[in-house]
């Protein structure tokens, strides 16, 4: 990891576990956790100014993800083994362990998502809705949907895995390697 991805701010430093992989052109600023063998992939913006952000334990928050949250708000805390599709927005929720969140999907203040369940792409998660386990929510605003197959969700569980594989070996390049 670069020195130019984390920022301090208001005394705050961010605190990524030696396992983690945050990409050279990530931004973690302020109150941010990034837990073991977790990923912030490329161009993903953490920040931690007015409320933390926790990043849980094998947790990928992939390219051009942006979390943040609303001062006096709740704190943006994603659990471990959560997926988060490429451009989400996460503000002021929580996602819980094994959460999977689609691509240029938009999670508001006060939701919740809980483990195994999924919102789709594109979706828009509105204030203070909550994503039941094994429950898929998709459309904008987000509604249900129907209920999760076995064999999504152990997808969902197996591209969690492929993103803590693809981060231990990107880890392992070479400093200035492409």
Known sequence: MSVE??????QAVPQVAPSAFIADTARLLGTVAVGEQASVWFGAVLRGDVQAIEVGPRSNLQDGC???CSSGGWATRIGADCSVGHAAVLHSC??????????GARVLDRCVIEGDAMLAAGALLTPGKVVRRGELWAGSPARLLRTLE???IEANRRTTARYVALAAAYRRRPPGAP
Do not use: D, S, W, Y
């Open 5 to 10: 991805t984390e920022f301090e701010f208001l």
């Open 94 to 103: 929580v996602l819980e362990p094994g959460a999977f969140v689609g691509f």
């Open 66 to 68: 942006i979390l943040h």
């Open 150 to 152: 076995p064999a999504e």
